[in-house]
């Protein structure tokens, strides 16, 4: 099927059914054999999410009337034939008969005309219109922007651009396979442009780059994480010996990096059972092993009936808006009232979570969100009901005003993402 067709569907599965992009794109790549036909159907998928308000405006504006049931995948098509006119390099004219051509594919013939008609209207246009539409300007949900210009009244213009952003590539190194420099050297042999992070395995490629032109990649060498990811290792300490819980586990990039770190016996929980394999499956390609728990963070107690732990990670389900610029469809799915029930999850999974650690345990809160809702008002009140939790000051972080160390989106190129670090009274 034609590449058009092909993003038309996975735009709608996003946002007419919820569906992730992450999940979906992957299945419609799997009908294409050439990589750059998966490159270009995955930049008209994410370029759609990034910028949507501006495509459905220039669409909608000019639709005599709006498509409806089964139609309704051509006015995502439009979409994507939009996208392509104002936001890539593709000739208008290949661009605007790819998308007719995939209208046909789709079994529209009778609509070819309204398609053709609609994308030649929006090539004389040439670009968006200029808006004070706060949506429209930014690309955010309105409720999004709200939240961000109350949290960060100073800086949420910055953060929102921050998020529009390609994400970079970044690789955290097997410390068990080789050192970093020498991973670096491997790179820099292959003419692979990088440079080493802020934390001790974290390495910054200048491009993005398919992961089977990395050195030793199938073999454990380095996996694809975020710096701000790889904080959590670092900060969790994990030490030979220590019994660790990792309580929001998949698909493992944290659990995977303690391992690395430190000889400790690691238990991965999760209440999702797919994402668990994907545990399984990352801990096999670099020769790690865990024990695999599925089940409920809030309601450890049915299933594990083990010693408490030495450290825990929680890396808690969230709204996910600190790594918007990686997947750009949380804009869309997320709702504004989820928030509200993220929070009630956590502060459950928080406080269940404690029972399980010894006295003098460490506890380490984790987010990908930039919300101070999930974070440091999360962890304030948690501090405030338990008596026996004091928060340990992050020394990485410059930030004294707040409770614990909030990494805003592009800050060192990193993701948003945000950490606590709580340890339990020995008495
Ligand atoms: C942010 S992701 C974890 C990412 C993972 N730590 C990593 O680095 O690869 C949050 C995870 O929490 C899991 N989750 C959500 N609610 C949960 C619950 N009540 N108990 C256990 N896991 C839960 C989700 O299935 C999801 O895999």
Known sequence: MNIRALAAQVVFQVLENGASLSTVLPQHQAQLSNGKDRALLAELSYGVMRVLPQLDNSVSQRLQKPFKNKQRLLHH????????????????????????????????????????????????????????????????PGWMVKKLQAAYPDSWQQIIEQSQQRPPMWLRNNQRQQSRD??????????????????????????????????????????????????????????????????????????????????????????????????TENCQRLGLDATILCADAANIDASWQGEKFDRILLDAPCS????????????????????????????QILDHCWQWLKPGGTLLYATCSI?????????????????????????????????????????????????AKLVKAIA
Not at 216 to 241: C, H, I, M, R, Y
Request: aromatic fraction near 6%; charged fraction near 20%; hydrophobic fraction near 45%.
């Open 320 to 347: 996910a808006t600190g790594v918007i610029r990686r997947h750009p469809d949380i804009k869309w799915l997320r709702k504004a009232n989820d928030i509200d029930a993220l929070q009630s999850i956590q502060a």
């Open 77 to 140: 098509l439009l979409l994507i034939g939009c996208y392509q006119l104002y936001f890539t390099r593709i000739p208008a004219h290949a661009a605007i008969s790819e998308t007719v051509e995939a209208c046909r594919q789709l079994g529209f013939e009778n609509l070819v005309k309204v398609i053709n008609g609609v994308l030649r209207n929006i090539q004389r246009a040439e670009e968006p219109l200029e808006t004070s539409n706060e949506t429209l300007k930014y690309c955010f």
């Open 371 to 419: 919300l101070p809702q999930e974070n440091s008002q999360q962890i304030d009140a948690f501090v405030a009901r338990t008596p026996d939790a004091s928060l340990v000051a992050i020394t990485a972080s410059q930030q004294n005003s707040t409770t614990g160390w909030q990494i805003l989106p592009g800050q060192d190129n990193m993701d948003g993402f945000y950490y």
């Open 182 to 279: 020498s991973y670096l050297a491997q790179l820099n042999a292959l003419e692979i442009s990088a440079t080493a992070g802020l934390t001790a395995d974290a390495i910054l490629l200048a491009q993005p780059t398919d992961v089977a032109v990395l050195p030793g990649f199938a073999g454990g060498s380095v996996s694809v994480q975020d710096q701000a990811a790889q904080w959590a290792a670092t900060l969790l300490e994990p030490k030979n010996g220590d019994l660790i819980l990792d309580a929001c586990a998949a698909p493992g990039g944290k659990s995977c990096h303690i391992l690395e770190s430190a000889d400790v016996r690691l238990v991965a929980l999760d209440n999702d059972a797919k994402r668990l394999e994907r545990v």
